[in-house]
């Protein structure tokens, strides 16, 4: 690496994101890859490195320099809107429990990767505030919150780069999930913490960006190369309620509006989460969690069966 751009402690691990993540070379025209291969030179957006594969990534090179770094979603934000939703659909306090437990694992100066940070989900701002952990953000979008714009099928860190990586709300936005996890395997030390956060029975968010639901089980199965430390259900069936009534509002008369409000009328389902037993939650939640350690054995698929603490067939 050389001194372009404001790069800290990672500037040592980033890498290009083509097949053999080489290193990188800064220059004022953006990143040069010491392979010199297609990437290269990778492109500086408002002054942070575009370290994407144009040619296997949703994203497109000529929109991303275009607009700047843009989200491709629309975003809506505004303090209004986030109350109104905090309102409907509650606070995620599995995430806030979760971040510190994570914080708990990592060693001390520990590097954590953030995928998908472009805006602050719950819980990660415990990670942020701590002023012993170095971060290392990246979205396909910049955001005041991203150091890179950068695609999670090739993160663009080297191997072992970071003790931790926190992963929430995303790996249902990406293509390849799998592909997505194997990188985090990748970029993690050999006993590195994974903390992944899903929907289950969530309905499409992020429009054309949204492909795959996981169960608890299969968001297990999908880190089948991570010892367990925790794994469960965030937000449980009574939430879930709340968001078919937005959806079902919603199209019955053609206007998210009146889905938000269906959805506020509707909030006081939410109770039900706090009496329904977490065996019964595992069946029907809006989301789920793993907490993990990076592994070099693989769950069984026996394993993977055996291990299942949901009600059916248990009564
Ligand atoms: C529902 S938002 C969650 C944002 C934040 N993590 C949170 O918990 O509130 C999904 C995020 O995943 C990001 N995303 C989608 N595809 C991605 C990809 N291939 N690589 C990295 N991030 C991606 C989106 O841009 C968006 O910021
Ligand atoms: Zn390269």
Known sequence: ??????????????????????????TPEGMVCTRACEHSPLPLVDGKPVLVDFSASVLDRAAVLASGGASPVRRRGGALRTKLFDLAFGRNRVAEANAKRFLDLLPAGGRVLIIGGGALGA????VYARPDIRTVTFDVYASPLTDLIADGHAIPLAD???????IQAVLEHVLDPWQVVAEIHRVLAPTGIVYAETPFLQHVHEGAYDFTRFTESGHRWLFRQFEEIASGTVLGPGTVLVWSVRYAAAGLFRSWKAGTIAALIASPLRLLDRVIPARYAIDGASGVFFLGRRSTTALSPRDAVRRYQGAIGRG
């Open 160 to 166: 072992g780069s970071v003790d931790g990586v926190w």
């Open 1 to 26: 690496m050389g001194d372009a751009g404001p790069i800290s402690w990672f500037g040592e691990a980033l890498r290009c994101p083509c097949a053999h993540r080489a290193a990188l070379t800064a």
């Open 123 to 126: 819980g990660v701002d415990q």
